[in-house]
């Protein structure tokens, strides 16, 4: 009896003993080797700057309406829209909501506003019979760490992997620890760039400081792929009653920034009364240079008092436009003799697909990876 004792206790001790670290030459590899190797490439799932495996954030002031946003744009991505705000959806995957602050009956109430018919693959992780049963979430724990994959193993099996895993927001689904404590923060990060590792699209949902940007420990933001900021924008453009209106401008952004990087965006009900996202789509939300160079490209080059007319811009405006396309490598050549370059026209194809195709050589971004 003794020895089958002590034998369940050397089984069970072998089992809570981690496996031994592989030695760190076992990872490095030469450039050579690198290039050799079959990577396979970056796969997106909005347009080309948001990653499927990928790590990124909103963050906006109390109120403006970043919960909306996520959740409009969850509820795009799982039912598969063409476009979210003008950004090709590459593909329709499931998507988990993760709530940390509001009640159930807010949650039902605002995703039957954007889907009446509700969906299968959208799955949501509630805050508040968590904190009924007196173990809300604080994902700065281990063991809530592990309680999590093992519900994302869960979700797994029955065949709907969440890609997409949305966590709004940061300071209620970590709440054991000081938000502004870098050395804190560091230990949920590497979590989170772990989740990226096993292949999910993690977003954060998080609130502005006094200084407009993202709140505590500066840390967080080091290993993101992308950032958002939402703010109240401009006021003289006016929502309709029931919308919510807010700036949405890309911040931070390891792949190529689409353009533009900043315009309005709504929510709100359209003539089925079904809420959605929605953006402000005239041309004039195109920076000025940028309709410069769709000028030159159509109708090549005039007197700056006939440029600046052709897009509604001051004429003494135009000598600075073509130094700027000029800089950006849009244009070449010079003020009086520019012609469009071949970087010029995969820009131009972004914000007029129908009027320009990208040159496939030095084709960066989707030719329509623009919301204008």
Known sequence: MEDRHNGDLRRLASENTPEPRRPLSDYIISQADLLKKHIPPTEYLLGTWLPMQSFGMVYAPTGVGKSWFVM??????AQGNERVLGWRLNKQVPVLYVDGEMTLAEIKDRFQKLSPGGMDNVYVLPSEGLFKDGCPLSLDK????????????????????????????????????????????????????????????????????????????????????????????????????????????????????????????????????????SFDATEFNIEPSYRLLKHLALEGRSTYREMAKAISAAHTSIPNYLDKLIAEEML???????????????????????????????????DDDSPF
């Open 72 to 77: 409009s744009m969850a509820l795009a991505i």
């Open 142 to 277: 281990p063991e809530d760490q592990e309680a999590f994959e093992e519900l994302l193993r869960f979700v797994g099996d029955q065949g709907q992997r969440p890609q997409l895993i949305i966590l709004d927001n940061l300071s209620s689904l970590r709440n054991s620890v000081n938000e502004n404590d870098n050395s804190e923060m560091q230990k949920f990060v590497t979590w989170l760039v772990s989740l990226r590792s096993k292949g999910y699209a993690v977003l954060l949902v998080h609130h502005t400081g006094k200084n407009g940007e993202q709140r505590g420990a500066s840390i967080l933001t080091v290993p993101m792929d992308y950032t958002i900021r939402l703010s109240e924008g401009d006021s003289s453009v006016l929502a309709r009653e029931g919308e919510v209106k807010f700036e949405l401008m890309l911040k931070k952004m390891r792949a190529r920034k689409p353009r533009p990087s900043s315009f309005t965006v709504f929510v709100g009900p359209d003539s089925d009364g079904i809420y959605g996202l």
């Open 332 to 366: 070449k050549g010079t003020r009086a003799n520019p012609t469009v370059s071949v970087d010029g026209i995969n820009l131009l194809s972004e914000f007029w697909p129908a009027q320009f195709t990208a040159t496939q050589q030095e084709k960066f971004v989707q």
